[in-house]
């Protein structure tokens, strides 16, 4: 007879745990201070800086995994780059570096991404993966008032039984931290609301100071940060060098807090 080792709890009791407990935090963040679209390294960042001041952060992310590109570094090579001064943020995450060339600074992807990852976590941070952006919410002269989702793989079935509706989420702010992709600005500019450039060539030395310039709230309710900001402003390009997508999406954090307490 086998000696037990482990609680004897049953199938159902797995399943009405995993039901049960997802159903009360999707009901709980169907309105929330602050929508962030994209896990990567700029929406991670946003995220938990927003959740470490006590504000309610939920995070929408189309894969079922997080991090983006910050896992997996350039050319499918696992080493992340970043330039001074964003390997300070590389020292407060807890994440070990070196530096490669005087400015320079290389870490392991993973170790990165899981330490920002868990950062967020700890903060505070909810997130719902496999969810896919569909829509926007407006409300009084356009404002963005929350976002219409998805589940991700709703999209992969065959289109003569693809009619799923969707579900709505309110937020006080939306943050597009979707990549070049800006899948939430794109919609606006799809309903001719605002204009986008699209993002250029590459030029690294140029475009991480000016992603962190132009974060910005790019319309009433929607904070654009990382390579979002690229595509809606016309930037250059990057490429593999992440301290940009950091420093982003601090920037971003302040101003949706600033946003959000100067609301009535």
């Known amino acids: 007879m086998t000696n037990k080792i482990f609680s004897q709890v049953g199938e159902k009791e797995v399943t009405r745990a995993i039901v049960n407990e997802f159903a009360k935090q999707f009901s709980e963040y169907v309105e929330?201070?602050?929508?962030?679209?994209?896990?990567?390294?700029a929406g991670l960042m946003a995220a938990r800086?927003?959740?470490?001041?006590?504000?309610?952060?939920?995070?929408?992310e189309r894969n079922n995994y997080l991090g983006g590109g910050f896992w997996i570094g350039g050319y499918l090579m696992n080493k992340v780059t970043v330039r001074a001064p964003a390997q300070e943020i590389l020292e407060e995450l807890g994440v070990p570096y070196q530096e490669f060339t005087k400015g320079l600074y290389v870490a392991d992807g993973p170790h990165a991404c899981s330490k920002l990852i868990a950062s967020a976590c700890?903060?505070?941070?909810?997130?719902?993966?496999?969810?896919?952006?569909?829509?926007?919410?407006?409300?009084?002269?356009?404002?963005?008032a929350g976002v219409v989702v998805n589940w991700t793989p709703v999209g992969a079935l065959p289109r003569e039984i693809t009619c799923v509706d969707p579900v709505a989420l309110e937020s006080k702010i939306v943050?597009?931290?979707?990549?070049?992709?800006?899948?939430?600005?794109?919609?606006?500019?799809?309903?001719?609301?605002?204009?986008?450039?699209?993002f250029g060539a590459m030029w690294?030395?140029?475009s991480e100071d000016l992603v962190v310039e132009h974060t910005s709230e790019v319309h009433p309710g929607l904070v654009v940060c990382g390579m979002s900001v690229t595509t809606t402003y016309g930037l250059p390009r990057m490429g593999p060098t992440f301290g940009a997508m950091l420093l982003s999406g601090k920037k971003a954090a302040e101003i949706v807090e600033k946003l959000i307490f100067s609301k009535p």
């Open 32 to 41: 929330s201070d602050c929508i962030i679209v994209g896990a990567g390294p």
């Open 49 to 60: 800086e927003l959740a470490k001041k006590k504000l309610k952060v939920l995070v929408i």
């Open 122 to 144: 700890d903060a505070g941070v909810k997130f719902a993966n496999m969810t896919v952006f569909d829509d926007v919410v407006l409300k009084e002269k356009n404002r963005v």
């Open 175 to 198: 943050v597009d931290a979707t990549g070049h992709d800006a899948f939430v600005v794109r919609k606006l500019s799809e309903r001719g609301i605002i204009k986008i450039a699209g």
């Open 204 to 206: 690294v030395e140029m």
